[in-house]
Structures are given as structure tokens and as C-alpha cells.
């Protein structure tokens, strides 16, 4: 998208674009590599009860140093920062989700210390999880709002923390697309949790929010119509396939993982829809015990992923829960076997 933008944007657009991508570049690596970089650097002491919350919410200035200056603080009262107020909200609806439905404590399972900077560089187009915090940037005002104002995007950048933590997917091909879509499907799923959604209230969208009014769509995604999120002279035609007769090979976005994640998503919709309820009860359950599987690998290909889903939803749910399961994975294109 960013590309595209870099390409058919206005010069001020273009300007943004580029910048956000040549940042991206240096602060992505981290997670790149597939690792949690310093995990124990902001643990809390072993003195704090369990599942206790630990934020902090850091301010760059626009500056492009991290972490930045401290401006909230555990426990402290909201102020007067929109970008701050939401991003500490965030990162607290992330943490009571995995620990109240998966009884997970913070990203690594042992307390991990939930920190963010706001206001990072300048018009930069992005939020993203680095390996050891979450950086948003204030968007550029033209096409893209502030990163804070949608929660279901960061409780998808925490959540390739907790990949990393638990699976270390390989960021490339079908396996970075896993990784993709497993955290559209846990951000999507802290945001329905935290306004206690059922499956057909949710709007499936990812991003909701993040474009201003000048751009022709409703989200970067969706896992109910990949496809169907956005098509604009400037970003271009949402490309996403909900099905492999769409699969996208490509060598641009390592493989094609923001792209071909539509075909997991996509899958995770219909099982969902199809389990109804509270998609985090039994889909949701699914997914998770799958990603914390050891019989899963880095280099898992979606066709393995979606073997080991029908095998843990037998284990959870029983027959039902298995066919429910493959049903799903056979309307995207991919057969699970017995």
C-alpha cells in the first residue's frame, strides 16, 4: 500500500510514504528475525501479583529515538493526549484479553512490562510491534489518521509478539502470512472482546478508522470479504484472496504475507460463523492452542497449520469441532484429510 501511495500519491503524500518505508526497513528488522529481542529488560519483579498489568506510554517528540520521554505511567489518570489515552487503553485491552480467555500472562506468558511510543517521526504512515515495544506513528492526516485509533491494530501488533514468543514463524511466504493473519485474528478478536461481540456483530475488519474520509474504503482488511477493504485512486484495489484459486505469488512483501493472509483470515471467518457465539470461545481456542503447538513449525505451510487446527478442535470440541473446522478450511481451498 505504502508503495503504491509512493508511486500515484501527491508529492506530500509520496514524501510520507517514502519515509515511513525507509523506517520500516531499519525498526522492523527486529521482528524480522523472528525473536523477542531483551525480553527480560522490562519484566516486573517477582513481587508484583500475577497478571498485573505493567504500561508505559512514552512520547518521541516526532523525534525518531526510542523509547522516548515518559508521559503515562501504571495507574496514572488519562491526560490530555488522544494518541497516549488510546494507546494505553490498547495495550491494557490486549493484556485483560489473552489473560482473561487464555489465561496468558502479557505477551511472553511471564509478565511482560506493555510499552509505547506515540508521536514517533514525522507524518510516519505506520504502528508496529519491534520484538520489545509498540511504536505508532501520528499518521500524515491526508490519507491516514493517528495508528492509536484502532484497537483491533494494536492488539494485532501484540500479538506477533506472542507468535514470536510461542511459534517464531519464518516472516516469508506461507508461513509469514500465517503469521499475518494470526494476528489479524487475535487483533480482531481483542477488539470484539473488549465490546463483548458476538461473531455476527463483529464488523471482521482490521483497521477500521485508520483511513480519513479522503480515501475510497473502510479498513486495511477483511477477514469476512477479503478483497472487498478499499479501492482508491491513490492506495490502489485491496488485493487480498479469500480463497487459494487467488493464492498471489509474488517476490514484493516477503512472498506476499500482507496479502495472501486473506486466505487463513478468511478461513478463521467461516469457522467462526459457522461455531457462532463469542468467536474467541471455541474458534478463537482453536487458533490459540494451534499456535502454541509444538508440532507447529517456523516454516509451517497453511495447509499444515490447517491440519493441526482440525486436529486441536477435535481435541477440544470433538467430532463436531473438527468438521466444523474443516468445513472451513475446505471453502478456502484447503482440504485437511481425515
Known sequence: MLRRIASRGTPAQRE?????????????????????????????????P???KQRTI???????????????AEGSRAGKDVEVNEAYDGLGATFDFFAVVYDRNSIDD???HLDATVHYGRRYDN????????????GDGDLFNRFTISLDVIGHELTHGVTGDEAKLVYLGQAGALNESISDV??????????????????????????????NGVALRSMKAPGSAFDDPVLGRDEQPATMAGYVHT????????TNSGIPNHAFYVAAMAFGGYAWEKAGRIWYETLRDRRLRQTSTFRQFAVLTAQNAAQLFGAS??????????????????
Request: proline share 2%.
Open 110 to 112: 511471564e509478565g511482560m
Open 16 to 48: 510520507a510514504a517514502l519515509a515511513t518505508l525507509a523506517t520500516d526497513q531499519t525498526l522492523r528488522l527486529a521482528r524480522a528475525t523472528h525473536q523477542l529481542l531483551d525480553l527480560g529488560a522490562r519484566r516486573p519483579p517477582l513481587t508484583l
Open 186 to 215: 487475535f487483533g480482531s478478536l481483542v477488539k470484539q472482546h473488549a465490546q463483548k461481540q458476538t461473531v455476527g456483530q463483529a464488523d471482521w475488519l482490521i483497521g477500521a478508522g485508520l483511513f480519513t474520509s479522503r480515501v
Open 321 to 338: 469441532g473438527r468438521k466444523t473446522v474443516a468445513a472451513a478450511w475446505k471453502e478456502v481451498g484447503i482440504e485437511v484429510g481425515r
Open 58 to 72: 512514552y512520547d518521541a517528540g516526532h523525534q525518531e529515538t526510542l523509547p522516548g520521554r515518559t508521559v503515562r
Open 251 to 258: 517476490t514484493m512483501d516477503n512472498g506476499g504475507v500482507h
Open 50 to 52: 500475577e497478571r498485573a
Open 127 to 138: 504502528a508496529f510491534w519491534n520484538g520489545r515495544q509498540m511504536v505508532f506513528g501520528d
